[in-house]
């Protein structure tokens, strides 16, 4: 049974004395439905009630008329007999929400009402082509659920959290970690690029440990999120997005990491593309991050629209869109083995990063590139101190684009992730690649 950080927000979310409901967004199979149900399950409640209008597409006659609580009591009476709905001890999940509209406009009322805790929950969920004209504006929170991130994926492997504090203090501290925990992180790392945080996927590794079985899985995984697209995406959108979403290998495969539209389609361009990145990013299953013209903050201020890079989400889906080779090669580079990953391995450990940094609710991916000066930082953080650059170096060697960076005077500190240890020298936190999590 995997442990995830969105099941204490979700306790948190029923503890409180808001009456709001609750919409947890996020893409396909990242534990929307299974945190949620086991929160429902849990000594909180009394009664849960599941509603998942794809699977039970008839539910969506209890939406059909008027959408006040008692009317909507009624209705469940009829289409779900047995179900009780007990005032300050029922939780009322709606699953798929998008599938129902009527069903995203009654939230407002569930709200005003009450008497229940109501979550709702879906697959592209950030997708407003369903959205109702009387969206619930004012009656909802949200949670944006990711696949698990790396913290989470050891929690999966059976690593006390009491050990990930001591990488934290570590991390903290500038105190290098003990080179057998060290060593072991690092495997975990790679485990974890190999594998990906997709909840079936990790499960299905702890259990059985076959690595042909999981990368079955993946590319499963791979054909559904095909389906979804063909499913939600807009007719004029669908196989311009399925062709972006399944160009990032390519995309990443090149020097330059550049999201650039004449890699999905020979002479392709922003006018026939632009609208169908705009749909994958709502829609979860993309990570965008935008050059920036100069290290200074806000960075939105000086970010390019058009001039980004592009990262699938989760790293397992990333790593599944390549031949199965690399992930022996990516296993055997754990085993400290002389397996060589060569172009790919630069931008195998860049979109390791993003999705790492990209675990963080609401945060914003930059980067910066000087051709002239030859300096390219993969990464730039906003934080209250000011810009933190981010260097990702796939071995140990020097970072003369981040010593250059960090002359600046408004630059308070930068990191560099390695595969070795811990290390500050003045300015320059050297840091190991898996510390990613805590920044």
Request: aromatic content about 10%; charged content about 25%.
């Amino acid at each position: 049974m995997l442990k995830r950080e969105a099941d204490q927000k979700l306790q948190d979310f029923c503890s409180i004395s808001s009456h709001k409901c609750l919409v947890v967004r996020g893409a396909r199979q990242v534990g929307k439905t299974w945190s949620v149900r086991k929160l429902g399950n849990s000594d909180l409640f009394d009664s849960f009630i599941e509603v998942n209008f794809l699977e039970q597409p008839d539910l969506k006659e209890i939406f059909s008329g008027s959408l006040d609580v008692n009317s909507l009591l009624l209705n469940f009476s009829v289409y779900m007999p047995g179900h009780e709905f007990i005032p300050g001890r029922t939780l009322l999940f709606l699953d798929e929400i998008q599938e129902c509209p009527e069903a995203i406009t009654s939230l407002k009322f569930w709200a005003e009402d009450g008497r229940f805790r109501v979550i709702a929950s879906g697959s592209m969920m950030g997708i407003d082509y369903n959205r109702p004209s009387s969206y619930p504006v004012g009656s909802v929170e949200y949670l944006n659920m990711k696949s698990l991130g790396f913290r989470e994926f050891l929690w999966a492997l059976g690593i006390k959290e009491q050990v990930i504090s001591v990488l934290e203090n570590c991390c903290i501290n500038g105190t290098p970690v003990p080179d057998a925990i060290h060593g072991q992180m690092m495997k975990y790392l790679r485990l974890y690029m190999t594998v990906g945080g997709m909840p079936e996927v990790v499960q299905l590794y702890v259990d059985q440990n076959n690595m042909q079985k999981v990368d079955e899985l993946q590319r499963a995984l791979l054909e559904d999120y095909r389906n979804d697209i063909a499913h939600y995406a807009p007719p004029a959108v669908k196989i311009k997005a399925e062709q972006c979403y399944f160009s990032l290998s390519d995309q990443l495969g090149k020097e330059n990491h550049k999201f650039q539209y004449s890699v999905v389609e020979h002479g392709g361009t922003k006018r026939k593309f632009g609208n169908a990145l705009d749909w994958l990013y709502s829609a979860d299953l993309v990570i965008a991050c935008h050059k920036v013209s100069c290290v200074e903050s806000p960075l939105e201020a000086f970010a390019s629209e058009d001039d980004f890079r592009l990262y699938p989400s989760d790293i397992g889906m990333l790593t599944a869109m390549y031949d199965y080779s690399l992930k022996q090669m990516l296993i055997a580079e754990a085993d400290r083995t002389n397996a060589k990953l060569g172009q790919a391995k630069g931008a195998m450990y860049e979109a390791l990063i993003a999705c790492m940094l990209n675990h963080k609710e609401n945060r914003k991916l930059f980067y910066y590139k000087n051709d002239t000066t030859k300096t390219e930082i993969e990464f730039l953080l906003s934080s209250p101190q000011g810009v933190i650059p981010v260097k990702v170096k796939a071995g140990n060697n020097r970072s003369k684009s981040l010593d250059r960076i960090l002359k600046k005077t408004d630059i308070p500190y930068g990191y560099k992730l390695i595969s070795g240890n811990v290390g500050f020298a003045e300015k320059k936190r050297t840091m190991p690649l898996y510390m990613a999590m805590f920044l």
